[in-house]
Nanobody, 120 residues
């Protein structure tokens, strides 16, 4: 069974940076699409960044020029480098992957989330 697991969350001070990682486990053919979402308390889940297998990226306006998404296909991993963090970036960050399994069926897969808290 395919799953994705996030890591790298925690407490960080305003202005600092943090790297999130998410790795896919199990047997699959490819991962055409990765994305990071976040959900702050009392708010809806929002798309933060995404990357395709052709390395096309997309960012929310609120994180442009501060966050960078990248992928390592050999490690089946996606990264989110977050710089110049602000208190309003505090949220649970979720990894999302569109995984093409061994039957070439695409499965939308979510991680359990990792908490990022930006505070003094």
């Amino acid at each position: 069974q395919v799953r994705v697991d996030e890591s790298g969350g925690g407490l960080v001070r305003p202005g600092e940076g943090k790297l999130l990682s998410c790795r896919a486990y199990g047997s699959f053919y490819s991962i055409p699409y990765w994305a990071w979402y976040r959900q702050a308390p009392g708010q809806q889940r929002e798309l933060v960044a995404s990357i395709t297998d052709g390395l096309t990226t997309n960012y929310a306006d609120s994180v442009k020029d501060r966050f960078a998404i990248s992928r390592d296909n050999r490690r089946s991993t996606v990264y989110l480098q977050m710089n110049s963090l602000k208190p309003e970036d505090t949220a649970v960050y979720y990894c999302n992957a569109n995984i093409r399994d061994t039957r070439l069926v695409e499965v939308d897969t979510w991680g359990r989330g990792t908490q990022v808290t930006v505070s003094w």
